[in-house]
């Protein structure tokens, strides 16, 4: 893992900038209403979790392109799948305060499903090969 890579680098980034914006949000601006209060938990989840994604997709790239593809897509429905498992799960055992956490756990999922969206496009352009 290469602390020079691009990716990894911006998704310290987006993980450092939510947890400013939530905290400046909760503190200062006085927005409990609107953010969780396990914003921390939340994004540093899907941090990790974006982060091991990134480095096994990594792999597969340096393979056939079809089977980047297929891993990818595979990859990013088990990844919602799972978080959405999880977001059912937790609004049945806890009610009160549950649509706050899911807004915000979709908002940070989006961010980071987009970041890695056009990431992995760019990847996949810069090694394209020349049309003759």
Same mark, same amino acid.
């Given at each position: 893992?290469?602390?020079? !890579?691009?990716?990894?680098?911006?998704?310290?980034?987006?993980?450092?900038?939510?947890?400013? @914006?939530?905290?400046?949000? @909760?503190?200062?601006?006085?927005?409990? !209403?609107?953010?969780?209060?396990?914003?921390?938990?939340?994004?540093? +989840?899907?941090?990790? +979790?974006?982060?091991?994604?990134?480095?096994?997709?990594?792999?597969?790239?340096?393979?056939?392109?079809?089977?980047? *593809?297929?891993?990818? %897509?595979?990859?990013?429905?088990?990844? %919602? @799948? %799972?978080?959405?498992?999880?977001? *059912?799960?937790?609004?049945?055992?806890?009610?009160?305060?549950?649509?706050? %956490?899911? *807004?915000?756990?979709?908002?940070?999922?989006?961010?980071?499903?987009?970041?890695?969206?056009?990431?992995?496009?760019?990847?996949?352009?810069?090694?394209?090969?020349? +049309?003759?």
């Amino acid at each position: 893992m290469k602390l020079k !890579d691009p990716h990894i680098s911006t998704l310290i980034v987006i993980w450092a900038a939510t947890m400013a @914006l939530c905290s400046f949000g @909760l503190r200062q601006l006085n927005l409990s !209403d609107y953010i969780s209060g396990h914003y921390v938990g939340i994004s540093s +989840v899907l941090f990790i +979790v974006y982060l091991v994604n990134y480095l096994i997709m990594e792999k597969f790239r340096k393979k056939r392109a079809v089977l980047f *593809v297929n891993s990818f %897509l595979a990859s990013t429905m088990i990844k %919602l @799948l %799972l978080f959405s498992g999880i977001l *059912v799960t937790y609004s049945l055992i806890v009610k009160e305060g549950a649509a706050i %956490l899911i *807004v915000n756990f979709l908002a940070m999922y989006f961010i980071y499903s987009l970041h890695e969206i056009i990431s992995i496009s760019r990847k996949l352009k810069k090694n394209r090969a020349p +049309v003759k």
